[in-house]
């Protein structure tokens, strides 16, 4: 049974990877999980390799979806990223990062704002 968070996350995680991937991204892997954490997208741009964190709101009462990644949770995402590329040298890249991309559904019927920021999660 999915609940309607679930459902939320799941249609916000549909809605990001059409649109990286009419951007030129390419799609690797939803939903990767390890022990540290999971990875909502894994795309390539060119080689690199991009690790996607995908906030889904609905309208900006709650805070806006991207500035809900705290520190915990970047490092948790890194950490997992680590993981993934050491568990896929097939890959071919030359590199990594993590984006994320904010889905903010507006009331009424007018369609959902994406917005893709490169980079957002860094070490340091």
């Given at each position: 049974m999915t609940t309607p968070k679930i459902r939320l996350g799941r249609g916000g995680e549909d809605l990001a990877r059409s649109y990286l991937e009419k951007q030129g991204y390419i799609f690797v892997a939803a939903n990767w999980r390890w022990r540290s954490?999971?990875?909502?997208?894994?795309?390539?741009d060119g080689k690199v390799l991009v690790i996607v964190e995908v906030?889904?709101?609905h309208g900006e009462a709650?805070?806006?979806?991207?500035?809900?990644?705290?520190?915990?949770?970047?490092?948790?995402?890194?950490?997992?990223?680590?993981?993934?590329?050491?568990?896929?040298p097939d890959l071919d890249i030359i590199g990594w990062r993590v984006d994320l991309v904010a889905?903010?559904?507006?009331?009424?019927?007018?369609?959902?704002?994406?917005?893709?920021?490169?980079?957002?999660v860094v070490t340091g």
């Open positions: 954490g999971e990875l909502d997208l894994v795309m390539r906030k889904t709101r709650a805070g806006r979806a991207e500035e809900a990644i705290s520190f915990a949770q970047g490092k948790r995402i890194l950490n997992t990223a680590e993981r993934f590329v050491m568990e896929h889905v903010t559904y507006e009331r009424g019927d007018h369609p959902a704002r994406v917005t893709h920021w490169a980079d957002a």
